[in-house]
C-alpha cells in the first residue's frame, strides 16, 4: 500500500509543478483593458496595473510630438511592500508589432506619478505614447522579464444573414400581377369588337335611307 501513496503523491506533484510552469505564458498572452495584472516590484514588493482608456489623446504636453499621441490611464495598486510604478516599462505596439515607448520624462498634472507607493496606497494618471507609424492596437508592459499585455476585447460578428434571408420571400409577391393584367386585355378586345359591329351596321342604316330618299323623286317624274 506505502508504494502506491508514494506514486500517487508523486503524480499530484508532478501536475501541481506543470500548472506552475503554465502561469507565466498565461500572464503574456494579454489581458483586455480594464483587468488589473499584478508583478514582481523590483524591491520585493508587488504592484498591480489596471490599463484603461487606451485611445488618441487632444492633450497638450511639453514635449516634440512628431506623430499622433496616444494616451492611457494607468492605475498602480500596491499589493506587497512599498511598490515604484515603473512608467519607462509601458509602450504601445501596433498589430504589426511596431512598438512606441511611453514619455516617462514628460510631466503634466494628469501624468501618473513614479513616486514609490505606501502599503496598500494607489497612484492613477496617464502614461503617453508618440505613435509616429502604424496606430497602436495595445498596451505592453515589460520589465525585469515579466510581460503584461492589455488589448482590446475582440467584437461579435454582425448577424445580418438572418435577415437577408426573411426578405427573400417577400420579393416573390410581384410575380402575381402579370397574370392579372393578361386576364384585363380580352375585356377591353371584346367591348372594342362589339362597338365595332353596333357602328358598322348603324353605318349600313344610313346608306339605306340615303337610297330610298333618291328613288322616291323618280317615282314622282315618271
Not at 330618299?213 to 323618280?218: D, K, L, V
Request: glycine share 16%.
Amino acid at each position: 500500500m506505502e508504494p502506491r501513496n508514494v506514486a500517487g503523491v508523486v503524480a499530484g506533484a508532478a501536475v501541481f509543478f506543470g500548472f506552475g510552469a503554465l502561469a507565466p505564458t498565461a500572464a503574456a498572452d494579454g489581458q483586455v483593458f480594464g483587468l488589473q495584472q499584478t508583478v514582481a516590484d523590483a524591491g520585493g514588493g508587488e504592484i498591480g496595473y489596471t490599463v484603461t482608456k487606451f485611445l488618441p489623446s487632444g492633450d497638450a504636453i511639453p514635449f516634440p510630438v512628431s506623430g499622433q499621441l496616444y494616451e492611457v490611464t494607468v492605475r498602480a495598486d500596491a499589493l506587497n511592500g512599498m511598490p515604484t510604478p515603473a512608467i519607462p516599462a509601458f509602450s504601445a505596439q501596433s498589430e504589426s508589432g511596431q512598438s512606441y515607448p511611453a514619455l516617462a520624462g514628460v510631466w503634466t498634472p494628469q501624468t501618473l506619478s513614479g513616486a514609490t507607493l505606501l502599503p496598500g496606497g494607489h497612484s492613477t494618471g496617464k502614461v503617453y505614447f508618440d505613435a509616429v507609424g502604424e496606430a497602436p492596437t495595445s498596451v505592453v508592459y515589460n520589465n525585469a522579464g515579466n510581460t503584461l499585455t492589455w488589448t482590446e476585447a475582440p467584437t461579435a460578428p454582425a448577424e445580418e444573414e438572418p435577415a437577408a434571408e426573411e426578405e427573400a420571400p417577400a420579393e416573390e409577391a410581384p410575380a402575381d400581377e402579370p397574370p392579372a393584367s393578361g386576364e384585363e386585355a380580352p375585356a377591353e378586345s371584346e367591348g372594342s369588337e362589339i362597338g365595332g359591329e353596333e357602328g358598322g351596321t348603324e353605318g349600313g342604316g344610313g346608306n339605306l335611307d340615303s337610297g330610298g330618299g333618291s328613288g322616291a323623286p323618280s317615282g314622282d317624274t315618271g
